[in-house]
Nanobody, 124 residues
Framework: VQLQASGGGLVQAGGSLRLSCVASGRTVRSYAVGWFRQGPGKERELVSSISRTGGYIYYADSVKGRFTISRNYAENTVYLQLNSLKPEDTAVYYC??????????????????WGQGTLVTVSS
């Protein structure tokens, strides 16, 4: 599956953004999907994911209660709603997918498709 991410931008602290990841070639229903991010000088981290079956949703502790992941089968798109943004959320966000496991691994080792990344910058 090919992934195309968009929706990043510059926003003030407390603001919101919605990231989109459009899949082509295969339906997202067949994949575990999610979002990673990598901030300046930081390691890549798994922010949120949905299992292939849809029965399990993961959020990193740092984003719980602020970010919401969703999957729209009709649009073949995965969304990440970012609310109450903080400067420490500044990062390049990557959507990811795998068909070889029911969930994405936290280290990204089972990811088989990556989107190109979209930059989120949160000013204080």
């Amino acid at each position: 599956v090919q992934l195309q991410a968009s929706g990043g931008g510059l926003v003030q602290a407390g603001g919101s953004l919605r990231l989109s990841c459009v899949a082509s070639g295969r339906t997202v229903r067949s994949y575990a999907v999610g979002w990673f991010r990598q901030g300046p000088g930081k390691e890549r981290e798994l922010v949120s994911s949905i299992s292939r079956t849809g029965g399990y949703i993961y959020y990193a502790d740092s984003v719980k209660g602020r970010f919401t992941i969703s999957r729209n089968y009709a649009e073949n798109t995965v969304y990440l709603q970012l609310n109450s943004l903080k400067p420490e959320d500044t990062a390049v966000y990557y959507c990811a997918a795998t068909s070889v496991a029911n969930i994405l691994s936290a280290d990204g080792s089972n990811v088989r498709s990556w989107g190109q990344g979209t930059l989120v910058t949160v000013s204080s």
